[in-house]
């Protein structure tokens, strides 16, 4: 079983529309990080969560982790084009810096 | 400021035959994380390097192993290669400190014939 579920696995949206990625542990969080990759490159970091209710904000994407720790959302608001591709959500169980990932989500924004 | 450099970007090799693949941190980073990324699957962590030692290490076999230099850069080695190594190999790298963000490489895409 996946410790680290992200939904949905893919997602198609309308450039101008909002929407929201999900990422589910079963586990208390010791730090969430959101990645960003095109097919077949290399990540780029976008945000890191570490406490509780910590939300933060660049541009037009919000990311959240709820008060358990157990559970942050990614947010776009406006989609654009440039914003297509594989969100990965990383996250560090034990405090030991290694990075745990969900299998990502697929996004897709058209005119 | 060069963020995480790797090298090669691709790279075809057959069953059985080893290979290197190169990481250099970005500056001001002291620890190198190795993952592997199969098509369609999030990272899986290889192991971690720090001060030039394996720090820790993810459920992949002895066939893998690497190396830090004095300088931080790092090889990843794969010995006696099979078909289900194809992937695209990342390095991240960090620093040890209260926020350790990790920042990846463009990634070496190994395909096994």
Redesign the interface.
């Known amino acids: 079983s996946q410790e ?1 579920e992200q939904s949905p696995q893919s997602l198609i949206v309308q450039e101008g529309k909002n929407l929201t990625i999900n990422c589910t542990s079963s586990k208390t969080l010791y ?1 969430l ?1 959101w ?1 960003k990759q095109k097919y ?6 976008l945000m ?1 969560l ?1 406490k509780g209710g910590e939300e933060k904000s660049h541009e037009k994407i919000t990311a959240k982790l709820d008060e358990k720790k157990q559970q942050s959302s990614l947010h776009i608001t406006a989609s654009q084009p440039s914003h297509a591709g594989i969100y ?1 959500c ?1 996250a560090d169980m034990g405090n ?9 989500t697929r996004l897709q924004v058209f005119p | 400021d060069a963020g995480v450099t790797q090298s090669p970007t691709h790279l075809i090799k057959t069953r059985g035959q080893q290979v290197t693949l190169r990481c250099s941190p970005k500056s001001g980073h002291d620890t190198v994380s190795w993952y592997q990324q199969a098509l369609g699957q999030g990272p899986q962590f290889i192991f971690q390097y720090y001060e030039e030692e394996e720090r820790q290490r993810g459920n992949f076999p002895d066939r893998f192993s690497g190396h830090q230099f004095p300088n931080y850069s790092s090889e990843l080695n794969v010995n006696a290669l099979l078909l289900g190594d194809s992937a695209l190999y990342l390095c991240a790298s960090s620093w040890t400190g209260p926020e350790e963000t990790q920042y990846f490489g463009p990634g070496t895409r190994l395909l096994v014939l």
Do not use: A
């Open positions: 680290l730090g990080y990645y077949g490159e290399g990540l780029i970091f890191m570490q990965l990383g030991t810096d290694k990075l745990i990932f969900g299998t990502g």
